[in-house]
């Protein structure tokens, strides 16, 4: 059972629009979200996380959406950069323990 | 400077040998964590320490085995009763198991089992 879902594989984006990456949950339990940005063959480095006593959480070009009611979040990225393109997952976890749930990814193509 | 390491980052084992990956840190974080990658999935956590002489089983335990009798190293051991243990294997590590503690990953090991 998938409690993290990234329902699009893949998203193409010209370079300056805005990226948005969604992410789905169905663990109510979950209270802290997170995203991760991967390269092909390296680790996924931190991007940005959000409690969920917040709807909003903004650091520069990245902003994490959560709406509770709909189990849902998104990650926008303004303006989109080449340097963007990746893989982003999107993370949960439940009770204040660490064990993160991931989702499975979304390839970001920032094109010129 | 600190930072996760993982060696090697290519492994190729025949089937029905045991092998053990390594991970170390020098951040001084308390947690440490192994994932695994396959193919158009997430990560998936094998086993978690939350401090020396602890760990805890993940999702996906079966046919792995940990140790952490330091701080600083988190070795896993992918055994023969891994059913499918071809993946690229991901170590990290946070400063506590707190939730709000980012997990911090090394570069990860791709291991071949041919």
């Known amino acids: 059972d998938q409690q993290v879902k990234q329902n699009s594989p893949s998203l193409s984006v010209q370079e300056g629009r805005i990226s948005i990456l969604n992410c789905d949950y169905t663990?109510?339990?979950?209270?802290?979200f997170l995203w991760y940005k991967k390269y092909p063959a390296e680790g996924p480095t931190f991007l940005i996380s959000?409690?969920?006593?917040?709807d909003k959480n903004e650091d520069g070009r990245f902003t994490v959406f959560l709406n509770k009611s709909a189990k849902h979040l998104s990650l926008h990225i303004v303006p989109s950069q080449p340097g963007d393109s990746a893989v982003y997952f999107c993370?949960?976890?439940?009770?204040?323990?660490?064990?993160?749930?991931f989702g499975t990814g979304t390839q970001l193509k920032v094109e010129l | 400077d600190g930072g996760i390491t993982q060696s090697p980052k290519y492994l190729f084992r025949k089937e029905g040998q045991n092998v053990t990956l390594s991970c170390e840190q020098n951040l001084n974080h308390d947690a440490m964590y192994w994932y695994r990658q396959d193919p158009g999935q997430g990560l998936r956590l094998i086993y978690y320490s939350q401090i020396v002489n602890d760990f805890q089983k993940g999702d996906i335990a079966e046919g792995y085995s940990v140790s952490r009798e330091k701080k600083e190293s988190f070795p896993l051991t992918v055994t023969s009763a891994q059913k499918n243990p071809t993946a690229f294997y991901l170590c990290?590590?946070?400063?506590?198991?707190?939730?709000?503690?980012?997990?911090?990953f090394g570069p990860g090991t791709r291991l071949t089992v041919l």
């Open positions: 990290a590590s946070s400063l506590t198991s707190g939730s709000t503690d980012t997990q911090y």
């Open positions: 993370a949960a976890s439940a009770g204040g323990g660490n064990k993160l749930t």
């Open positions: 663990n109510s339990m979950f209270d802290y």
């Open positions: 959000i409690s969920s006593i917040k």
